[in-house]
């Protein structure tokens, strides 16, 4: 059996070109929105905040970056009633919010990317747009 | 594009004076409360309990100015079966207790007040009553 | 034996007063700092950060008072190579930085008060005049 | 006495382009760094680490641009007996490690930027450089 199996990794190149397509759209939609990526680790690679949105967008979208990179799963995908239960669970890192998605190459969870702070179908629409620099 | 855009800061000399009149509405109600005053960031600029004001005060009010100053809104405009969920997902600074309203300038957020530990009706209106200190 | 011994707690009037009277102090040196009141158990009773004053100066300012609460001693008195072995003890909240007094009351400590956040000199004398407000 | 003193608050577009010319200047050193740029209240307004770049520069640069906010200098210089002791009583967001810098607009600090994970003297070339995408 091999020690090691092939995977990879987010370039900076690539995760600034995701806030600045995600910047685009939000002005596009004239929303206000915090925007992040993180690795599979769960670990930001980088992270904007538009001059204006909430403060508390900050941590609200970095919890849709990491929830989808570790559940390999565009959030929002839970029963309501388990939310709480699940936020708690996973230290307080989970949310059921839409506008995080997985990044993946090659079948394999490398990443995530969320929006916040504006309306869920912004912040959805922001995230698929910083999601599609990668295309 | 610019790289700045002007605002404004909170004056100590207005923070002060939103503790005095908030402390006077609460003495002419004869409740007891903590009073902070938030910049546009979250941070503390001022801050007091009444003696007498319940310790757990200190932290319930810091949360409503911070959420006020975060969301641009008074607090207490969440649907109850979302407050939890909301509690953790911003890292436990959220509160949906009415009595925080944000501060604006010429339309922008500046900062937050807040008032807690008495009824909530109180707390409302002392916070009202140290907010108009501005007018 | 008895259950229980008289003491003193601070009124918020007094606080607002140390606050105000630290203020103008300040502004009299043309100095910027925070100031902190707590009461015996270290709690904030009331604090300010003037406009301008470091963001740092509020855990500064907090431990001043806190220590010379806890230690009925004003701030500044161990030896230096004592100092982060101290600090580390005491969870964080111990400061050997001068600007922090007790508040003595029929010979107990009822709290203390402390400034911050500009020279070392100025910040005793800011808190000695604050502390002097409840003479 | 005025309520509200006016200030300046930085927009994306010149967070964003100082990531980018802090790139640059790295890719041009072939340094790999993270680089953070956080408001006049410590708080994250954007940030990259690049690819490659150590894990644990998130953590020390953040420092660096919270520090040069809060203290209104670039990092560095403090005395080096007494660092230990700052950055337990700044509750661990005090770094003395250069290559942190405020950003200061008409005479006021209204953000901090800093660069970490190289030597030290790239870091501080590297802060510079994004610094300089606000001339």
């Known amino acids: ?9 987010i370039t900076h190149e690539a995760t600034m070109l995701m806030l600045q397509r995600g ?3 939000a002005t596009e939609l ?5 925007i992040a990526v993180v690795d599979a680790s769960g670990q930001t690679l980088a ?7 909430r403060l508390f967008s900050e941590a609200a979208t970095i919890k849709k970056a990491k929830t989808a990179s570790s559940q390999g799963l565009a959030t929002g995908y839970a029963k309501p ?5 699940m936020q708690i669970r996973f230290d307080g890192h989970f949310t059921n919010v ?4 997985p990044i993946v190459v090659d079948g394999q969870v490398v990443g995530g990317i969320g929006a916040g702070g504006a309306k869920i179908e912004q912040d959805v629409e922001i995230a698929k747009a910083a999601l599609a620099a990668l295309d």
């Open 1 to 9: 059996m091999p020690n090691f199996v092939p995977t990879h990794r």
């Open 30 to 34: 004239k929303a206000l929105v915090s």
């Open 23 to 25: 910047i685009a759209k």
């Open 47 to 53: 992270f904007v905040r538009m001059d204006g949105a």
């Open 98 to 101: 839409p506008g995080g998605f």
């Open 81 to 85: 009633e388990d939310v709480v239960s």
